[in-house]
């Protein structure tokens, strides 16, 4: 069995380690012309599910390496006012657990993780433009330059904008959520550390402000330091681990804390989706003039080349399909919005989930459609969850019943927030729902 993959993004690539270690032959396609090109969005938020799935997937040692590179786990899920003012406060479990925990990683060192031993099995400059599907059973997929390749199995791990979708799924639609974010990176110095409270800098705040406007701060300090040494007090393992790590090469990420501005996309200018940086610096200082002015400032610090708007999208759920040898994982089938934060971990568990169903022994197809048999109800209830939680029709965006719901938001954190019995359950429920079960959890 040979396997094609398209997209060299965190699902594709989970499943190319898994498949190689399994000992199938898979190649994967990718569009950037390198391994540090193109790559939008900060934090991921690793739970159980996805850690179960890389552990799975990776090799142990490519494992390890992950945990190292991770960031300083948050300690307090905080809930805040635009003046500042904490509605609650939850202390989050330690990440001394190698899978049952949740982790904040860059998006950047996740990939250079991911990509680390696959010199051989990635492809880059490999533009996707079509597939065919031939009667002996196999698939050839042909490339912008020219070039195809063929093999038994073609898998679709290229993102929201999939291609191998818009072919083999036409009916399967993605829509606009109606929320547009605006997110960026400021660097962690004594000035911007200095700018968050002590819960905040050391865990993951979400602000809900009147008009609609939500705000999401996370901190992220890595082991390494600016000029990329190893920070004093990392030793044993991590070190070697780290020192043996030849993705630190390709990776600028450095202490830094990461914001997301979002809001109904009419409150946005018409031409957000167009502007630069220092443009959209501006935009997110004139929605917050009545923030507290810490937060403002740190706007304002905002690193203007980190700076971009998102157009928030979601996929249209479709019925089941019949199986073929073309397949689809992670956002090119599931797109959901950052709602409920599962998107990465759900794509890492559909490539755990493939892994073992094409490493059965079964034959392809059968594979195929146990895989999809379980993938399709857990991903659209996924899908579902996001939406709802991130949706520009929602009442806290409407004109005037907004304040109302506003307030029933801030009323039930602040209430979760003073209970401990209701403060317990609350965390509980946030890991549960993050996978802490495999046979219940989808991820996040």
Same mark, same amino acid.
């Given at each position: 069995?040979? +396997?094609?993959?398209?997209?060299?993004?965190?699902?594709?690539?989970?499943?190319?380690?898994?498949?190689?270690?399994?000992?199938?032959?898979?190649?994967?396609?990718?569009?950037?012309? !390198?391994?540090?090109?193109?790559?939008?969005?900060?934090?991921?938020?690793?739970?159980? *599910?996805?850690?179960?799935? @890389?552990?799975?997937?990776?090799?142990?040692?490519?494992?390890?390496?992950? %945990?190292?590179?991770?960031?300083?786990?948050?300690?307090?899920?905080?809930?805040?006012?635009?003046?500042?003012?904490?509605?609650?406060?939850?202390?989050?479990?330690?990440?001394?657990?190698?899978?049952?925990?949740?982790?904040?990683?860059?998006?950047?060192?996740?990939?250079? +993780? @991911? @990509?680390?031993?696959?010199?051989?099995?990635?492809?880059?400059?490999?533009?996707?433009?079509?597939?065919?599907?031939?009667?002996? $059973?196999?698939?050839?997929?042909?490339?912008?330059?020219?070039?195809?390749?063929?093999?038994?199995?073609?898998?679709?791990?290229?993102?929201?904008?999939?291609?191998?979708?818009?072919?083999?799924?036409?009916?399967?639609?993605?829509?606009?959520? $109606?929320?547009?974010? &605006?997110?960026?990176?400021?660097?962690?110095?004594?000035?911007?550390?200095?700018?968050?409270?002590?819960?905040?800098?050391?865990?993951?705040?979400?602000?809900? *402000?009147?008009?609609?406007?939500?705000?999401?701060?996370?901190?992220?300090?890595?082991?390494?330091?600016?000029?990329?040494?190893?920070?004093?007090?990392?030793? $044993?393992?991590?070190?070697?681990?780290?020192?043996?790590?030849?993705?630190? %090469?390709?990776?600028?990420?450095?202490?830094?804390?990461?914001?997301? %501005?979002?809001?109904?996309?009419?409150?946005?200018?018409?031409?957000?989706?167009?502007?630069?940086?220092?443009?959209?610096?501006?935009?997110?200082?004139?929605? !917050?003039?009545?923030?507290?002015?810490?937060?403002?400032?740190?706007?304002?610090?905002?690193?203007?080349?980190?700076?971009?708007?998102?157009?928030?999208?979601?996929?249209?759920?479709?019925?089941?399909?019949?199986?073929?040898?073309?397949?689809?994982?992670?956002?090119?089938?599931?797109?959901?919005?950052?709602?409920?934060?599962?998107?990465?971990?759900? *794509?890492?568990?559909?490539?755990?989930?493939?892994?073992?169903? @094409? !490493?059965?022994?079964?034959?392809?197809?059968? *594979?195929?459609?146990?895989?999809?048999?379980?993938?399709?109800?857990?991903?659209?209830?996924?899908?579902?969850?996001?939406?709802?939680?991130?949706?520009?029709?929602?009442?806290?965006?409407?004109?005037? &019943?907004?304040?109302?719901?506003?307030?029933?938001?801030?009323?039930?954190?602040? +209430?979760? $927030?003073?209970?401990?019995?209701?403060?317990?359950?609350?965390?509980?429920?946030?890991?549960?729902?993050?996978?802490?079960?495999?046979?219940?959890?989808?991820?996040?």
């Amino acid at each position: 069995m040979h +396997v094609i993959v398209i997209g060299a993004g965190t699902g594709g690539m989970c499943l190319a380690h898994g498949l190689r270690r399994a000992g199938v032959s898979v190649a994967v396609y990718e569009r950037d012309r !390198t391994r540090t090109d193109n790559l939008y969005g900060y934090r991921v938020g690793i739970d159980s *599910a996805g850690n179960r799935a @890389l552990r799975e997937c990776l090799p142990p040692e490519l494992f390890g390496t992950f %945990l190292a590179t991770c960031a300083r786990a948050p300690r307090y899920f905080n809930v805040l006012t635009e003046k500042r003012r904490v509605t609650a406060s939850f202390p989050l479990r330690p990440d001394d657990d190698p899978v049952n925990s949740e982790r904040s990683v860059s998006r950047m060192t996740l990939r250079q +993780v @991911l @990509l680390t031993g696959m010199e051989d099995v990635v492809h880059f400059g490999k533009e996707f433009t079509r597939y065919e599907q031939h009667g002996d $059973g196999t698939v050839t997929a042909h490339f912008a330059d020219g070039t195809s390749a063929t093999g038994d199995l073609l898998v679709a791990a290229d993102g929201t904008g999939s291609r191998v979708r818009r072919q083999y799924l036409p009916h399967a639609g993605i829509k606009d959520s $109606g929320i547009v974010a &605006i997110s960026a990176k400021v660097p962690v110095t004594e000035e911007t550390r200095a700018l968050l409270t002590p819960e905040m800098f050391h865990g993951i705040s979400s602000v809900f *402000a009147p008009g609609g406007l939500f705000c999401i701060w996370h901190v992220m300090e890595f082991k390494w330091d600016r000029d990329g040494g190893l920070k004093h007090g990392v030793g $044993g393992n991590e070190r070697e681990l780290i020192e043996r790590w030849p993705g630190l %090469l390709y990776d600028n990420t450095r202490d830094y804390i990461n914001w997301g %501005l979002s809001a109904a996309a009419r409150r946005f200018p018409a031409d957000v989706m167009r502007m630069d940086g220092k443009e959209l610096v501006e935009v997110a200082l004139g929605m !917050t003039g009545s923030w507290h002015p810490d937060l403002r400032r740190l706007f304002a610090l905002a690193e203007p080349e980190t700076c971009f708007p998102v157009n928030i999208r979601t996929s249209v759920p479709v019925e089941p399909w019949r199986s073929t040898n073309v397949t689809l994982l992670g956002d090119a089938i599931h797109t959901m919005t950052p709602g409920q934060g599962v998107g990465a971990n759900t *794509a890492l568990r559909d490539a755990m989930l493939l892994c073992r169903q @094409l !490493t059965s022994g079964k034959q392809v197809l059968d *594979a195929v459609a146990a895989y999809e048999r379980e993938m399709i109800p857990y991903g659209f209830a996924r899908v579902k969850d996001s939406l709802a939680r991130m949706n520009g029709d929602a009442a806290i965006h409407k004109p005037v &019943i907004g304040r109302a719901a506003l307030a029933m938001t801030r009323a039930f954190f602040g +209430v979760t $927030g003073r209970v401990p019995a209701l403060k317990r359950k609350f965390v509980d429920d946030l890991y549960t729902y993050r996978g802490a079960d495999e046979h219940t959890s989808g991820g996040m």
